[in-house]
């Protein structure tokens, strides 16, 4: 569980690197050659973006959904709580999407 947290880490942190060296090189190219390949490295970021997060919450959600299933298995009472704990999990793909669509947008 760990070793599978440190690479979840280790890919999240790669995806803001990523994206905050893409974004400067945007505004860089921007400024020297005009909008088109500003553009390009735009759209590149932005599948990086949803790319790398939803590599990261598919990490977490194998992690979390067998943490989950073996949980409800021994007291199914807690389904209601673990959910919960998947669905936080989920966001984060939710959060990189978003990224994705303001950096296609803009």
Sequence with gaps: ??????????????GVVTTMTCSLKVAVAAEKAGEGQALELSKLGAGMAI?????????????????????????????GRTMIYVVFVEAVAIYGLVIALLLWMG
């Excluded at 569980?1 to 790669?14: D, E, Q």
């Design 51 to 79: 790319g790398f997060a939803a590599c990261g919450a598919g990490i977490g959600l194998g992690t979390a959904s067998a943490a989950a299933i073996g949980a409800i298995a021994e007291k199914p009472e807690l389904f």
């Design 1 to 14: 569980m760990r070793r599978a947290l440190a690479l979840g880490l280790v890919l999240a942190l790669f």
